[in-house]
């Protein structure tokens, strides 16, 4: 009996303990916020005010506001704007959950850390990001369909899983320098028109632009290794990539569905997989790569290496394919869109002094002109819509309808093969010609 009345009071004492405890933790209320001090240090765990253009103070109970708690401003549809005082290191997650007329909030200076969906399905419309933040957790911004544009802290290195997926209005984006994975979802079903992955960046995820439908130009750096699954699916306005030549995985379905015609696998990639689309017409794949042609399109014709693996997943899943060895050169030229191929000329292209040099009639007769040869002076003369141009093995001058052209390269003779100046070529039948650094490809356009 007596044990039974001890156990009774010690029973009453530690709830009156707890209560207090609670009381401590939870009851603290300043104006239109309810905190928690730890320390020296306070941090907001709900706001009950009428929302419109909230303040945050700078202090609570007498001590920063460093921190606003998880879920503290979550599902309130009143929040129109918030300002926050310098003072904030932390929002935590789900702060900002679910604020659909949330338009605009600063972020401070001395800010780290954004945490777990801390925006998600708010209203912003643009956010500012300090260069003080260094982290920023899976669905950030996901879902902010008012989110127009978004300028990210220079210090980051990680775009995380479905950081800004379904931010269906935000139309471009800078990826900071230290930026080194855009992880999976990272960007799926926005209305980017063009994005340019910087160096520093060796992985990109699983979806991490799915159905970006708005999508037209996607620059890749070197530097790049991995392109996951699905990473640029279903991005129907993207017409052309070039692939870096530091590429070392490119995924399942990493570009099915796209616009894309043609597609050149660089050298040194060790895995990848065919394109299914209804657009593409045309893939090169090098005798690196172990290539497997089960999701590849019936209308798709593979240049492959001969004895290669491409050539045998090619036969095994009934895909169209053709022999090529130039598809292991290590410079590319397109024209209009397509790689030329050199199989047939015996002499891949080659870098002389910063020049590409390719064999004489591939490009003369990938642009359509008569190529006529002396042997006697060694010169080459080639001819197309009204367009003359005279070239001599060794000579530093091209002439064009008998207009002297200063040439950086001279023609020559490699490998029993004359090799000719592309740029110079294609420059005076008046084609623009471009040099992908990153893709060590000649991009010729009329």
């Known amino acids: 009996m007596k044990k039974a ?13 707890l209560a207090l405890t609670c009381l401590s933790a939870f009851a603290l209320k300043e104006g239109d916020f309810e905190y928690t001090l730890s320390g020296s240090e306070a941090k907001i765990t709900d706001y009950v005010g009428p929302g419109g253009d909230v303040v945050v103070p700078d202090t609570l109970g007498g ?19 918030v300002t926050l005082p310098s003072t904030i290191r932390l929002i935590d997650d789900e702060a900002f959950y679910d604020t659909p ?3 605009s909030i600063n972020l401070p200076n001395g800010l780290t850390e954004i945490g777990y969906e801390g925006f998600r399905a708010s209203g912003l419309t643009s956010v500012t990001m300090p260069d003080s933040v260094t982290t920023l957790s899976i ?15 220079a210090n980051l290195t990680e775009i995380p899983m479905d950081c800004f997926q379904d931010c269906t209005a935000l139309q471009s984006v800078e990826i900071p320098s230290k930026v080194t994975l855009l992880n999976t979802n990272a960007f799926r079903n926005t209305t980017l028109r063009e994005i340019t992955i910087p160096p520093s960046v060796t992985t990109i995820g699983n ?43 490119l995924s399942e379905a990493a570009f099915d569905h796209t616009g894309i ?12 997989f065919g394109v299914k689309s209804d657009s593409i017409q045309e893939i090169s794949v090098p005798s690196t790569a172990d290539f497997s042609a089960s999701t590849t399109s019936k209308n798709c014709l593979v240049y ?17 394919y053709k022999i090529d060895p130039s598809v292991d050169s290590r410079i590319q030229v397109i024209y209009q869109g397509k790689r030329i191929s050199f199989g047939a000329y015996g002499q891949n292209p080659v ?3 910063n020049r590409t040099l390719v064999p004489l009639r591939s490009i003369f007769e990938a642009m359509g002109a008569t190529v006529e040869w002396d042997n006697a002076t060694r010169t080459v003369v080639a001819s197309r819509n009204g367009v003359d141009i005279r070239l001599t093995i060794g000579q530093n001058t091209l002439y064009k309808n008998g207009q002297a052209i200063a040439l950086d390269v001279p023609a020559k003779i490699m490998n029993d093969r004359t090799m000719v100046p592309v740029r110079a070529i294609a420059e005076a039948f008046s084609a623009d010609v471009d040099w992908v650094q990153a893709a060590q490809l000649v991009t010729i356009v009329e």
């Open 101 to 103: 007329n949330l338009r």
């Open 5 to 17: 009345r001890h156990c009774f009071r010690f029973a009453l004492v530690l709830g009156a303990l």
């Open 304 to 320: 492959c290496a001969a004895g290669s693996k491409a050539e045998k997943s090619c036969q095994t899943y009934n895909v169209s």
């Open 139 to 153: 669905g950030a911004f996901r879902q902010c369909k008012n989110l127009q544009s978004i300028h990210l802290s």
């Open 207 to 249: 979806l991490a632009f799915e159905n970006c439908k708005n999508l037209q130009s996607v620059t890749l750096s070197y530097g790049l290794k991995s392109i996951n699954r699905y990473a640029f699916e279903y991005c129907t306005a993207l017409k052309s990539v070039y692939l870096p030549t530091s590429l070392t995985t």
């Open 63 to 81: 001590v920063p506001v460093t921190v606003i708690g998880q879920k503290s401003f979550r599902m309130n549809d009143t929040l129109q704007s």
């Open 261 to 272: 015609t043609s597609l050149i696998i660089p050298y040194g990639v060790t895995k990848c």
């Open 351 to 353: 870098l002389d002094n």
